[in-house]
Nanobody, 126 residues
């Protein structure tokens, strides 16, 4: 059974940085896709960054140049480095996993993922 656990959230001022981590366990094969899906208050969850087992990435336009997704295969951990944070980045950030390589156009689609963490809160103040 695949499990993911997020950590690293917190409160920062606008312009600051945070790094989120997602510990992954139970992936049944070496083919997978993982992503980060923030959900602001009263809004739907939407993907901002994803990476697959071959290291191919996808980013939402809103975070390009500011966020970087990466993975450490030895540590079975997914990361999201967030720089130049804005108040509109405030959200509960969920890590998600899918046990196959998603087509590029699907990597930021929440409906394509079948394993979710509990989330970690990110708050950016102005």
């Amino acid at each position: 059974q695949v499990q993911v656990v997020e950590s690293g959230g917190g409160s920062v001022q606008a312009g600051g940085s945070l790094r989120l981590s997602c510990a992954v366990s139970g992936l049944p094969s070496r083919f997978y896709t993982m992503g980060w899906f923030p959900q602001p208050p009263m809004k739907e969850r939407a993907g901002v960054a994803a990476i697959d087992s071959d290291g191919e990435t996808a980013y939402a336009d809103s975070v390009k140049g500011r966020f970087t997704v990466s993975k450490d295969n030895a540590e079975n951990t997914l990361y999201l480095e967030m720089n130049s944070l804005k108040p509109e980045d405030t959200a509960m950030y969920y890590c998600a996993a899918r046990d196959l390589k998603l087509w590029a156009g699907y990597r930021l689609e929440s409906t394509k993922y079948n394993t979710w963490g509990e989330g970690t809160q990110v708050t950016v103040s102005s």
